[in-house]
């Protein structure tokens, strides 16, 4: 069916109208029924027969592969009735609330890795060596765990359909763009959040909306010369101080790739929303640290360039080197106290200092090699020419963020 939206008062990309080129009655019951399940509690969602679900869900989710496009390419229209085009009540909102949940049923959740397929996986084979890691080096040191080491079988690598489906090559990765332009933005949500359709709620007018600068993405590189960090989309990040976001389209989307071939890591936040396979590690991890959530980044670098300036987080991180080869360089922690979550972000950055030759290591992660960095242990990461060790020179890596909350601490 044909598909566009049109502007409403409020001028949120989210909250426009979708015209249907269809007859008035079948639009109608579309509304209807998009109505009647955002009305829905869970219980009474759960009652819907399972058949009638999944193929109303499949439908709602073609419209919406139709409604997004259309938004990317920002076709918004004036708000006038034409002929065979029936101007909706369904906003991109209501849409995607919909959508958001029919997919909250048991068929659809993504189911979790167990945490003993997840702790072999990141430490190897032997028994003792997570309980060496836990009384020897959490939240007290570095720790690099090299692929040939953990003895892994085939099985047993469980970010293999991940890497699998991105196609990756020594070149300008071609997925770039086919990933960014499906991805939808990912609003923060709390570890502690019980009802979900209370989340909903907040989120109000913006869900369903592309990636905003900031919140879901970032395209930047770290100038060695004055260690700072420069954003590609400088504006974007300038509308995201005054207007408080700042929405991407498909041109800057493309532009992602020019950003890369010019030295820019384009970081990506809320893989664990974003990729089953991905959200199934992330929810194994948690168990096995017994934390409340684990948030997924994921960072790609051109040779011979740094992304983010030397800092230290407020959480824990594993880096899981996927692609590529990364040079990072781990300093002594500056402070006896460990960060808290959420503290000032400010405070996370770590003021260029002398630091001996003797009190930094050096670690070189290649593929499927992981690296688990203590919260407040400032680092920084870059990636070579390639060639000369046979490496692509570009990196692609995941971070998973181990988040210890104040209750656990």
Same mark, same amino acid.
């Given at each position: 069916?044909? $598909?566009s %939206?049109?502007?409403v ?19 109608? *019951? ?7 399940i ?6 009474q ?12 869900? #499949? ?5 919406w592969?139709?409604?997004h ?5 920002a076709?918004?229209m004036?708000?006038?009735q034409?002929?065979?085009i029936?101007?909706?009540? %369904? ?26 397929? !997840?702790?072999r ?21 570095p ?13 047993d690598?469980?970010f ?11 070149? $300008?990765?071609?997925? /770039? ?5 499906? *991805? !939808?933005?990912?609003?923060?949500? #709390?570890s ?8 909903l ?9 592309? %990636?905003?600068y900031?919140?879901?993405i ?6 060695r010369?004055?260690k700072?960090? =420069? ?5 974007s ?5 005054k ?5 991407f389209?498909?041109?800057? =989307? ?7 071939k ?7 936040r ?14 194994? +991890? ?14 790609l670098?051109? &040779?011979?360039?740094?992304?983010l #300036? ?6 824990? !991180?594993?880096?899981?080197q ?22 000032? /972000?400010? @405070? /996370? ?8 030759? #003797?009190?930094?290591?050096? %670690? +070189? ?11 407040g ?12 060790n046979? @490496?692509?020179?570009?990196? *692609? ?5 181990i988040?210890?909350?104040p &209750?656990?601490?």
């Amino acid at each position: 069916m044909p $598909v566009s %939206i049109c502007s409403v008062d409020d001028g949120s990309v989210a909250c426009c109208k979708i015209r249907i080129g269809e007859d008035e009655f079948p639009v109608l *019951l579309l509304t209807a029924s998009i109505i009647l399940i955002n009305s829905c509690s869970i219980e009474q969602l759960e009652m819907i027969p399972r058949s009638l679900s999944e193929t109303f869900l #499949a439908f709602l989710k073609k419209l919406w592969a139709e409604v997004h496009n259309e938004m990317l390419l920002a076709n918004t229209m004036k708000s006038s009735q034409e002929a065979n085009i029936y101007i909706s009540d %369904i906003r991109i909102n209501i849409l995607a609330e919909s959508i958001f949940r029919l997919s909250i049923s048991s068929s659809q959740v993504t189911p979790t890795l167990p945490f003993e397929v !997840v702790k072999r996986s990141i430490f190897g084979l032997r028994k003792s060596s997570f309980e060496d890691f836990m009384l020897t080096h959490w939240e007290v040191s570095p720790f690099l765990i090299q692929r040939l080491s953990r003895a892994l079988n085939e099985g047993d690598d469980i970010f293999s359909s991940f890497v699998q489906s991105l196609h990756l090559t020594k070149t $300008v990765p071609s997925f /770039l763009s086919s990933i960014l332009q499906n *991805l !939808v933005s990912c609003f923060p949500i #709390a570890s502690d959040e019980l009802d979900i359709l209370s989340f909903l709620k907040e989120v109000g007018n913006k869900l369903g909306c592309p %990636i905003i600068y900031e919140q879901d993405i970032r395209v930047l590189r770290t100038e060695r010369q004055l260690k700072r960090e =420069v954003h590609f989309f400088k504006e974007s990040l300038d509308s995201c101080y005054k207007k408080g976001s700042h929405i991407f389209n498909i041109d800057e =989307v493309k532009k992602c790739e020019e950003a890369y071939k010019e030295g820019y890591t384009v970081a990506v936040r809320g893989m664990e929303f974003r990729f089953e396979s991905i959200a199934a590690i992330a929810n194994g +991890l948690a168990s096995l640290f017994g934390q409340p959530s684990v948030g997924v980044n994921m960072y790609l670098t051109p &040779p011979n360039s740094q992304g983010l #300036a030397r800092h230290f987080d407020d959480h824990c !991180v594993f880096v899981c080197q996927l692609f590529g080869t990364k040079q990072w360089t781990l300093f002594p922690q500056p402070n006896v106290q460990l960060p808290r979550l959420y503290d000032p /972000l400010d @405070s /996370l950055y770590v003021a260029e200092a002398e630091v001996s030759v #003797a009190e930094c290591r050096k %670690i +070189l992660l290649k593929e499927g090699d992981i690296l688990y960095v203590p919260r407040g242990c400032p680092h920084e990461a870059c990636t070579d020419n390639g060639g000369s060790n046979g @490496s692509a020179g570009c990196s *692609l890596h995941l971070t998973f963020g181990i988040e210890v909350e104040p &209750p656990f601490e």
